[in-house]
Every structure is written in structure tokens, then in C-alpha cells.
């Protein structure tokens, strides 16, 4: 299939980012169900097929929020080690800032240059945990992502599906500010996103993330090969 310009098949608001020909991919779910890994897995595997994988300055990178610029490093270093207590909303903005810088410096530039971009969390773990796990709604935090996401959403979220007691089991080390909360914040996560994958059933797959590492990514990489196709980008350059 030839490269095509296009407007985002899930754009978010009406805001123009038509010449975009790269493919953003976002990995989601729970604390320890396994996305950080399977980053890794796929952006490996994507390599490995000839893909233009990760920002152009960093290729073959996974791109974490919050964080993936200096601002946004510095804005997670609150989020996740600053003080326990922090209102809602305020947590939800700050994620929501973080979000903001990446997408101006980062992931619309490099779609722009037809980059295919794997993120670690998205606006769909803002959704998750600040609008349902938090009660702070999923519209309201929706609304105040828009104007940072620029019309921007995935072309494809993939929501590793695991019980959150075996996801916090295999978190190791010391906890972030987030983990810290323990199971029932997880749960809740988990019905979050379970919300969030059936709003949004053109661009989530819930994918369950319980089986061993490789049988996952097999299963992750086959739906980022649709998506890269659905797109419209040629395999192998
Ligand atoms: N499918 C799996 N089965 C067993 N252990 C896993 C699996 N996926 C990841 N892990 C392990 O669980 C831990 C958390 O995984 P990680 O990818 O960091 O999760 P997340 O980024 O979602 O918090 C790591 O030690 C990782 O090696
Ligand atoms: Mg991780």
C-alpha cells in the first residue's frame, strides 16, 4: 500500500495533524502486567522487519510517559517519587502536562517523518486511573488532555489484561509513589480500563497478558503488524 496522508482515524478533537504518516502504537494496563516488556519485545520485533521504530534520534527506543522529554522527566520524578499526598486533579493535570510536551516535541514531529512510536502508558492510563480509578470521570479527564493531545490518539492501544494481584506479585523493588496505593487502587485500574477498552473498541485490544512472556508478544506484534499495515506503511522501507 502506498504512504498516504491522512487525519488520524481516532482523532480526539478536530485539530489538523493530516500530514501525519507515522503509526503510534501505546501499551497499557495495570502496574506489573507486563508493558514495559513488551515495549521492549515489539520494538525489537519491529526493527527486525525493516520499520522506521522509535524517534529518529533515538531508534528502536520505547517511548515512556510520563516522561520521554526534560520536562516531562522532571514532571514524573513528582508523579511517581514526590510527596504521597497530591489532589486528584492535580495529578491528573501534571500527567496531563507531561502528555502535552511529548506530543508537541516528540510524537508529532516524528509521525510527521512517518515514524512508527511505541509508548509505555498513554492518555488511556490517565483515563484509567484519574478518570475511573480516581472518580474524577473519564470525560472530564478526557476533556482536559485535548487541547495537549493536538487531535492525536493511538492508532492502536494494546491493554495487557491481568488480575492485578498477580500484576502487583511481579512489581519488584520499591514501589512508586502509585504502586505504593497497593491492590484496591489496582483493582479499580483494572475496571478502568476494562471502561475504557469498550469506549473505544476501534483502536484498544484487550490482549491477555497472564501467559508466558514470548506467547504475549507474539500476540502483541501481530496486532502492531495489522496496525502498521492498516496504516498504510510498507513493510521492509
Ligand atoms: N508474561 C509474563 N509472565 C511472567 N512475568 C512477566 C511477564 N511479563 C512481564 N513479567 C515480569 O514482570 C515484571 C513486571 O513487568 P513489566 O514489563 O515491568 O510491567 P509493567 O511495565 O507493566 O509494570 C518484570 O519483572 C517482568 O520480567
Ligand atoms: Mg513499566
Redesign the pocket.
Known amino acids: 500500500m502506498p504512504e498516504r496522508e491522512r487525519v488520524p482515524r481516532h482523532a480526539a478533537t478536530e485539530t489538523s495533524v493530516s500530514e501525519q504518516t507515522g503509526v503510534l502504537i501505546s501499551l497499557e494496563?495495570g502496574?506489573?502486567?507486563?508493558?514495559?516488556?513488551?515495549a521492549a519485545l515489539l520494538c525489537e520485533r519491529l526493527a527486525a522487519c525493516g520499520l522506521p521504530v522509535g524517534p529518529s534520534s533515538d531508534q528502536g527506543a520505547v517511548i515512556r510517559e510520563p516522561g520521554g522529554t526534560a520536562a516531562g522527566e522532571a514532571i514524573r520524578d513528582v508523579l511517581l517519587h514526590g510527596p504521597q499526598t497530591l489532589a486528584p486533579w492535580a495529578e491528573a493535570l501534571l500527567y496531563a502536562a507531561a502528555r502535552a510536551e511529548l506530543v508537541e516535541r516528540v510524537l508529532l514531529p516524528e509521525l510527521r517523518a512517518g515514524r512508527v512510536l511505541i509508548l509505555?502508558r498513554f492518555v488511556d492510563s490517565s483515563l484509567a486511573y484519574q478518570g475511573f480509578a480516581r472518580g474524577l470521570g473519564i470525560d472530564a479527564v478526557l476533556a482536559v488532555n485535548q487541547p495537549g493531545l493536538r487531535g492525536l490518539l493511538p492508532d492502536l492501544t494494546i491493554v495487557?489484561d491481568v488480575d492485578p494481584l498477580v500484576g502487583l506479585a511481579?512489581?519488584?523493588g520499591a514501589p512508586d509513589r502509585i504502586e505504593a496505593e497497593g491492590l484496591d487502587l489496582q483493582q479499580r485500574v483494572a475496571a478502568g480500563f476494562a471502561v475504557v477498552a469498550r469506549r473505544f473498541p476501534e483502536r484498544v485490544r484487550l490482549i491477555d497478558?497472564s501467559?508466558?512472556?514470548d506467547i504475549?508478544a507474539a500476540a502483541v506484534v501481530a496486532a502492531a503488524l495489522e496496525a502498521v499495515a492498516d496504516v498504510g506503511l510498507r513493510l521492509g522501507g
Open positions: 494496563g502496574d506489573g502486567c507486563g508493558k514495559s516488556t513488551q509505555d495487557l511481579r512489581t519488584g497478558g501467559r508466558d512472556i504475549v
